[in-house]
């Protein structure tokens, strides 16, 4: 009797679970007899979509061949997450449907605009019709609408429908890295090699010079492009200063100086006294 109870309980179990595998949206199981889209499923599998997509009453798939994806198959994997998303919308559409919109162009909700993260309407596409032709885009103003509608390749109304497409969708700024800021500028001067020592003293006075002589709200805009000219004359006066001195310097300096470009550096200022006076000398040393 107890043995029957719970033999029929997971009779019912196994016959509930059966059947929302049944009617859940599937897409695996709908994409397994196309093999020219293996890779979407793969790169579905990969990124964790599939549960996500199937747990879904009502997708449109807006499916890539195995050679159309190839183009974003291959970018890091939290930007490939964005724009695979942004290929599940969720509304049924197949081609009947499509073909059956008045409007010039319609907004498709993305399973990418159901994250929260969707902003600038890049969770949302733009399906429109040129010339009898239907065009996917991602909504965002200016994006290019070039994904063009193939064919129908599976639906099952009205929950699952996959529709191919010619081209990735890739809403601008999803697809992009975070942009990392440049390190600032004056980080890099203290460990240049001895080439770039020889350079970098130009910049030091001819900032100093611009603060010192103009407007403080000119200063940031003439001084890069009044640098190159100014530097020459200015640099052996000030050069003592700007070189900002890591205990390398002097040894660098030597260095800068045995490659010999006379008016930048210090110790060549040092180096033509000396010169001027062996010179002397010898012209004295000549007169007698
Ligand atoms: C995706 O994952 C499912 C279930 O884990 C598996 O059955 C299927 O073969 C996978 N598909 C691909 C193309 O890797
Ligand atoms: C199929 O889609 C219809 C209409 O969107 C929805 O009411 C129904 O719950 C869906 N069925 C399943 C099993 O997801």
Request: proline share 11%; glycine share 8%.
């Amino acid at each position: 009797m107890c043995l029957k109870a719970s033999s029929s309980l997971l009779s019912l179990t196994i016959l509930l679970g059966v059947s929302s595998i049944v009617s859940a949206v599937n897409i695996n199981r709908a994409l397994e007899k196309y093999p020219e889209f293996s890779t979407m499923t793969e790169l579905f599998n990969k990124t964790e979509l599939t549960p996500i997509i199937n747990k879904r009453q009502t997708i449109t798939l807006l499916a890539l061949s195995n050679d159309a994806i190839g183009s974003i198959s291959g970018r890091p994997e939290d930007e490939l997450k964005n724009i695979l998303m942004n290929h599940v919308v969720l509304d049924f559409y197949d081609g009947l449907k499509l073909k059956a919109i008045k409007d010039k162009s319609t907004m498709l909700t993305t399973l990418y605009q159901s994250t929260g993260l969707g902003q600038q309407q890049n969770g949302f596409l733009k399906c429109s019709k040129t010339n009898g032709k239907i065009f996917f885009g991602s909504a965002v103003k200016g994006a290019p609408q070039t994904a063009e509608y193939i064919t129908t390749v599976f639906r099952n109304p009205f929950n699952l429908s996959i529709v191919q497409i010619s081209m990735p969708i890739v809403a601008p700024g999803l697809g992009d890295p975070v942009k990392v800021p440049p390190p600032p500028p004056m980080s890099s001067p203290p460990a240049p090699s001895p080439k770039e020592a020889a350079d970098t003293p130009a910049p030091g006075p001819a900032e100093e010079e611009g603060y010192a002589d103009s407007p403080p709200g000119a200063a940031p805009e003439t001084s890069p492009a009044s640098a190159p000219e100014t530097a020459p004359e200015s640099a052996p006066s000030e050069d003592g200063s700007p070189a900002p001195a890591p205990e390398n310097a002097g040894k660098k300096k030597m260095a800068a100086a045995d490659e010999a470009e006379p008016p930048t550096s210090g110790s060549n200022t040092g180096l033509s006294f000396g010169a001027i006076l062996v010179l002397s000398f010898v012209v004295i040393f000549a007169g007698f």
